[in-house]
Every structure is written in structure tokens, then in C-alpha cells.
């Protein structure tokens, strides 16, 4: 039985984009990627939750959806809270995931869907159909058929030696066509071209290429009816790279002040009274007792909660044995990130 092979054109539109992204991501991955803390690669996170699900209806702000990620309560629908809650735990488990695995992908679903759909862990049972203002404008492939289209398509993944952006906008568009789930299908979609990106190249896991997507909605399904109408991928491949491209233009120009930003609303006064005792030494690294002393505190959990994990999830200070978190030798550093805020 011949392999299945989704129909495309390769062009030379798609070939320079390939160029193009190529070029950017290089610059990207030895500047701000390269020296970006976790509080930038979080922000980016949101950013590329709020934009997937706002292209899904959610209308929680990135304030509030950052406000989720802190455990903060948020006034917006039970379910739209959901929404952000279970995008969080799935992004969670990127690192981990096989783009070519069937089981991978189900379990992605279920905990992107969980609560929110009663099909979860499975392909859909039931036709569907697309509507845009009442009008069908895609009609997937029946229930029966799903099983093995995906599985089709998973082992074509698994094979293909064609370059992983143009593969993963492939695959993009084959879900969104096979519409394997009753639910959910966009943000699924979109969540599995970041997995197979970001094997090829780390630093594309946190890209936020949904809020471009999200700025040019229209757009985005004009690619997928084009791609519908003619039965090739080739219009929605084009969209896709160019929202990449574009995505990594914004970051070159926008990280630092993003970064700045960031840092300056969510350090607290607590962690930058611990970072001043820094500023006299930078280079000499200290133990918890000493950081407590410094800052006059006796209670050991409270000047975790309140200055130490706060300073080392911002990437502000740095552990000296970062393989043994909870070694009795364990000591600390200020980060250039650190030393920059408290020097301004």
C-alpha cells in the first residue's frame, strides 16, 4: 500500500520564507533567546496562551491569564478560566512529547480539554461540520474515517524528511482538516505545529506565533479555505511562514524593553531588598543564613516563599549547584538580569 502524502507545492515564496526564518531564528537563539530568563520565556507563554484561546473566544486579557498563572482569582467565566488552566498544564508537558505519537497527542487533548468537553482521550464519534455565520464552510471527513487519517498522518510526521517548518504547516493544515476532535481543534492544532517546531529548534517553543494569527484572523481561515478549495496546502503554508517570520521580527525588536517591563511589574520590593545585598560583592555567592541575616529575617519559609523563590523563578539570582537544589552547600548568585534592575 503506497504512504500517504498530503498535497502540496513547494514554491519560491515558501523556499525564501524558509530562508528567511532560518536567518531570524540564528539571530534570535544568539541574542535575546540565548540570554533570556524564565520570567521572559513564561511571558512568552502567555502570550501564546491568551492569543490561542482568544482566537478560540476567550476573552480573558494577558494580565488576566497571567493572574491565573499565579494562582490570583480572576473575575471572567468559570470556563474560560478552565480554558487558560488546562493550556498551562499542556504546555507543560511540550518537553516531553513525541510529534509522531498517537497516545502523545490524546493525552495533549485531554488535558487541554478536560472539563470542557465530555470526548477526551479519543477521536471523535460524531459528525461535525464548520460554520462561519451560519454558512458550512468545511464539511471533515466522517467519524469512521478519523482513526486512520490520523494515523496516516502521524506516520507521514514520523518519515518525512521535508524541512520542519514546512512540515509542521503541512501537518497544521491535515488536522485542521481532519477535525479529529468534537472540540478544541484550533488550539490543538496550533499547539502540535509549536511541539514539532520546537524539536527542531528550542527557542520556537516560545515564540508566540498565535498572536500574530490572532491579529490576522481572517487571514488565517482565508488559508485554510483557499487550502480547502483546492485541495492543497500550499495557501495555508504560505500564511503560516509568514506569521513566523513576522512573529520573529517582533521579538528581535520588542524582547528587551518586553523583558524590562516585565521584571519591573512582577519583582516585588521583598526580592529587591534581597538583591541590593548583592550589590557590594556580585561575584561572591551566599547561603541562605547569610541572605537571612542580611535582611534581618529569622523565619526560614517565609523568606523562601516571600524572597528566595520568587528571585530564582525571575532568573534573578542563580544557584552555584543548580544539579542539587537542596544540597546544605548550596549558595547563591545575582544574574545580570538582577544586577541590571538594581542598578538602574
Sequence with gaps: MAKYQPPFTITPT??????????????????????????????NRIRTIQASLAIEHNTLSVEQVTAILEGKRVLGQPKEVLEVQNA???????????????????????????????QVGCWRNSGVGIYRDEQLIHMPPPP????????????????????????SCIFHYEFEFIHPFTDGNGRMGRFWQTLMLSKWREPMAFLPVETIIRDQQEAYYQALRESDKTSDSTPFIKFTLKAIEQALHEALESEPKQYSDQVNRQVSDQVKSLLTHFLAAPEVALKVPDMMQ???????????????????????????????????????????????????
Excluded at 544568539?30 to 511571558?43: D, F, V
Excluded at 498544564?89 to 468537553?117: E, F, H, I
Excluded at 496516516?152 to 517548518?165: F, K, R
Aim: charged share 15%.
Design 144 to 167: 469512521s474515517q478519523v482513526s486512520r487519517l490520523m494515523s496516516e498522518l502521524l506516520v507521514w510526521v514520523a518519515d518525512t524528511d521535508l524541512h520542519p517548518l514546512i512540515a
Design 88 to 118: 498551562f498544564a499542556a504546555y507543560d508537558l511540550l518537553p516531553a512529547l513525541d510529534p509522531a505519537c498517537p497516545n502523545d497527542l490524546l493525552q495533549v487533548y485531554t488535558s487541554l480539554m478536560r472539563g470542557l468537553t465530555d
Design 14 to 43: 515558501i523556499l525564501d520564507c524558509v530562508a528567511i526564518i532560518s536567518e531570524l531564528l540564528g539571530r534570535y537563539s544568539a541574542g535575546q533567546y540565548s540570554s533570556s530568563t524564565p520570567i521572559l520565556r513564561r511571558g
Design 294 to 344: 542580611n535582611l534581618g529575617l529569622k523565619h526560614r519559609p517565609t523568606f523562601r516563599k516571600n524572597y528566595l523563590k520568587p528571585a530564582l523563578d525571575l532568573g534573578l539570582i542563580i544557584m552555584t549547584n543548580p544539579e542539587s537544589p537542596n544540597s546544605p552547600k548550596q549558595s547563591y548568585l545575582i544574574s545580570q538580569e538582577g544586577l541590571s534592575l538594581v542598578s538602574q
